[in-house]
């Protein structure tokens, strides 16, 4: 197993919350991961569509699994979402993350979610700052 792929696995067996909402890796590298899930009925908000929260979650998770696969130790300092399209549930959403710029300091990503027809449903950018503390698996 590779550095990326231990690294991401032990934050995985670590992250309750991202087990709850029932996330996938798919794939992940220094600098990119692509998550998936499904969303549930317990998910939606008042208007019966996936709650923005969601897609959120899903896309931190993601910038988390990237930004951390390197080696370095990266935590989120600004993230936004821009949403697009609904999502329902019973759908398969996926979160892929690239690396746009990286310094010795910080790290911007982007993050486009898609639903199961390849349908960006939104669209997430996040910095993240790089601690100089190195994952010691």
Do not use: C
Not at 84 to 100: D, P, Q, R, Y
């Amino acid at each position: 197993m590779d550095k990326a792929a231990h690294i991401v696995r032990h934050m995985m067996e670590n992250d309750a919350f991202s087990q709850w909402l029932g996330i996938e890796v798919v794939a992940n590298s220094a600098g990119s991961a692509v998550l998936k899930m499904t969303v549930r009925e317990e998910m939606t908000n008042g208007f019966g569509i996936a709650h923005g929260g969601i897609t959120y979650s899903l896309a931190d998770s993601a910038l988390a699994f990237a930004s951390n696969g390197g080696g370095r130790q990266s935590l989120s300092i600004e993230t936004s979402i821009h949403h697009i399209a609904k999502v329902e549930t019973g759908e398969t959403i996926t979160a892929t993350a690239s690396l746009i710029s990286e310094t010795n300091k910080t790290g911007i990503y982007q993050i486009d979610i898609t639903n199961s027809s390849g349908q960006r449903v939104a669209w997430f950018k996040g910095t993240v700052y790089r601690t100089s503390k190195e994952w010691n698996l």
